[in-house]
């Protein structure tokens, strides 16, 4: 029950009333029966729009039915009958819940956004009527109060001290009037995030580079140009060429495009999204954002709500999240300013009469790249075809913890281009379902994720429930009869939204509110982001990296200059990831509500800080999903974070040995399985032995 909720707010996406309830409908809607589908996935075959409405509806009526049972029981408060009844409730709702939302990410459309927007405020409303009622706060504080003599066992404890904490955190404990302010922030928060991502979608979706001759493709390999040709074939200009703010059509770009004009004109409608001061601006959503969250930490006693969310962290405090990015932004700076000048020697020796700019970064890392390691990208894509990069990512799972995957055409589909696989252990025991849907599309929001139909929970009871689970992408798409070829970074991204899965889908976990990926946001990215050191390993690529038209493995050589380019351009990449990293810090340890001029208040903190005028921040304010309508506001530091842990987690594999199963057990059975029961750091301890050391991680970024 709270864990959906929690869910819908980061999502930013709410539920209401139906028009009608007859009982007609229930019958011939599919949420209100079992699903009669393989291992009960969702039958997108029957699932109708005007399906959703009625099944929220009746969801809310239920979950608020089974809250009160608990809330107004006469019984005395214990551990059954409130804590673990309370993680039982809201089945209907969940259900419900994760296909909408799901669907809201991945294949929105007029009709989901308009539902979405009408029907936020009464989610919030719902959510509030949970975490604000006396009752049932008072059942839970009463077992809490005597936690100790309870003799609970790890889970349960944690689950426990969870769920009060829950209540604090959610306003059980202020006073009345306090209440009703905090509600009122809630339910405009829910609406302010909604609309940040429905205008950044807009905006995305609104910006075409229409081509119409041919000599400003000068520089681009073929393969961009035909997937230039299909997408302007696609918007109705046969015989033109078609590029978008989807990275897969826009990072080639302005690698390759020589036009230097036509690169400033996409990178710039790139940076400037929802910065246009037009109907789907975002400064003033995003000032209203940022100032209510200020007032609704300050309604907790917090002076920030940086403070108020990393008091739940590993980090704790916003000084130690300062700590760590202020010491990397110190080694990684100087090493951004050295490519920025290698580049300017290029553009000087070819005769250029222009100051290296930010959209120039991308082409003349290229060139530098070929320069000294004799290294194109456009060598290394046909190694990298998406479906050979798949298995390998499944190959490495089933080296480590003996996995299978086997394709399922019996499970029914959102949308023609999702595949849909089995995951079975070695002996057969079914684990999950896994939807991959990986290419852009006008329906889908930007960037990559994984994403839960159903999570995992009852491990070892009688109500067992198996998870199932989505990775979604967007990824370069085939053109013509070419199948889909990955970047090296799309690689590491299929691989990093893989071991998000391998989180969810190899969680061993009694209660479903702490099960897979239900940790804190910094100790969240160490699972996904530990696999991504396997992709480019000689060992790794020699199992996957297969030439796509003779199937001949990547070379020897080719691996070696892959390997001696592994720390290129690492200053430019940790420098716009730490500019967005410490300007999400800054907005969010405000500590007094102000009318924020957004752009200046970008500008003057990135100058502050010393980042250079040719490199931005990797995400500007005004399309900062992540931290405006995603879940890491305050904590988009977690990838860095995340960063020594994995770096320093997969140390232990290069010392046992790269697919080590003893090495693999116990970082499944100490971290993979264990979700939020436990304390992070103790359970990387149990894994490692040690805490992690910041080493590992500047040594693989070339930083030290």
Known sequence: MKKTFLYV???????????????????????????????????FDLIKFEHFEPAFMEGMKQGRA??????????????ENTIEAMDKAGQ????????????????????????????????????????????????VKAVYEQKDALNLDVEANTL???????????????????????????????????QFGENQLAENNAFVLLIDNEDDLAGLPESVKAAAAETATAKGEEGKWAFTLDKPSMLPFLQYADNRELRKKIYM??????????????????????????????????????????????AKTPEKVFELLNKLWDAALPNAKLEAAEMQKVI????????????????????????????DESELRPYFEINNVRDGAFELAHRLYGINFIERNDISKYNKDVQTWELQEADGTHIGIFYLDYFPRASKRGGAWMNSFRKQSGWQTENAITPIICNVCNFTKPVGDQPALLSVDEVETLFHEFGHALHGFLSRCKYNTLSGTAVSR???????????????????????????????VIPVELVKKVQDAGKFNQGFATVEYLAASLLDMKYHTLSEVQDIDVTKFEDDYLKSIGLIPEIYSRYRSTYFAHIFSGGYSSGYYAYIWAGVLDSDAFQAFKETGLFNKETAAAFRNNVLAKGGTEDPMKLYKRFRGAEPNIDALLIKRGLK
């Open 269 to 314: 409608g790139y940076v400037n999204r929802c910065n246009n001061d037009n109907e789907f601006d975002n400064k003033k959503v995003l000032s209203e954002i940022a100032n209510l969250r200020v007032e609704r930490a300050q309604l907790f006693g917090f002076k920030s709500h940086a403070d108020y969310i990393l008091a739940e962290n590993m």
């Open 9 to 43: 707010l980061v999502a930013g996406i709410g539920l209401t009333a139906c028009n009608s309830n007859k009982s007609e409908q229930k019958t011939e809607n599919p949420f209100f029966a079992d699903y009669n589908t393989p291992h009960q996935t969702a039958p």
């Open 160 to 194: 426990l001290e969870k769920t009060y904490k829950g209540f604090v955190r959610g306003g059980a404990d202020l006073d009345a009037g306090k209440k009703a302010k905090l509600r009122a922030i809630d339910e405009k928060l829910s609406l302010l995030t909604l």
């Open 522 to 552: 910094d100790f969240v990215e160490l699972p996904s982001q530990v696999m991504e050191n396997w992709c480019l390993e000689p060992e790794m690529l020699a199992l996957y990296a297969k030439h796509y038209q003779t199937g001949e």
């Open 348 to 375: 000087d020796k070819e005769g250029g009469k222009f100051k290296l700019a930010s959209y120039d970064w991308w082409y003349y890392a290229e060139k530098v790249k070929k320069a000294k390691y004799n290294l």
């Open 66 to 79: 089974e809250i009160d049972a608990i809330a107004n029981n006469t019984e005395a408060p214990t551990f």
């Open 92 to 139: 209907l709702l969940t259900k419900v819940s994760n296909v909408f939302f799901n669907l809201s990410g991945s294949d929105t459309n007029d009709s989901i956004q308009a539902l979405s927007k009408r029907l936020a405020p009464e989610l919030t409303k719902y959510g509030a009527d949970i975490d604000l009622n006396e009752n049932l706060f008072k059942r």
